[in-house]
């Protein structure tokens, strides 16, 4: 499995995680826009930092991703990249992020 997505947030296998990336302790993967519902990760895994890109290392079994509108998806062991979902408006030629 190379990407998990629940609602506005994408999951991509990466082969690793740069060094330079902090512990983000809140285990906060998206806040909702809308809704102020948030994507979170509950399990053995760590959020990790770095500028604006956010980053998952999954410790031990497999870390659940948990939302009050979506269905729970689980990560398997391994390291990860976090980015928002996009669409395209083929109308207006553009690309925007999914608000959740």
Do not use: C, W
């Not at 506005?8 to 902090?22: G, H, L, R, S, Y």
């Not at 948030?38 to 930092?49: C, D, F, N, P, T």
């Not at 948990?66 to 990249?81: D, K």
């Amino acid at each position: 499995m190379k990407q998990i997505q629940q609602g506005d947030v994408n999951i991509t296998k990466i082969e690793k995680i740069p060094v330079d990336a902090k512990i983000k302790p809140d285990r906060i993967l998206r806040d909702g826009e809308v809704t102020g519902h948030a994507h979170r990760l509950k399990g053995e895994a760590e959020l990790l930092e770095l500028g604006n890109r956010l980053f998952i290392r999954v410790l031990g079994g497999n870390v659940s991703v948990i939302h009050e509108e979506h269905n729970t998806v689980l990560i398997p062991p391994g390291e990860y990249e976090v980015t928002p979902t996009h669409e395209y408006d083929h109308f207006l030629e553009e690309s925007r992020a999914v608000v959740d």
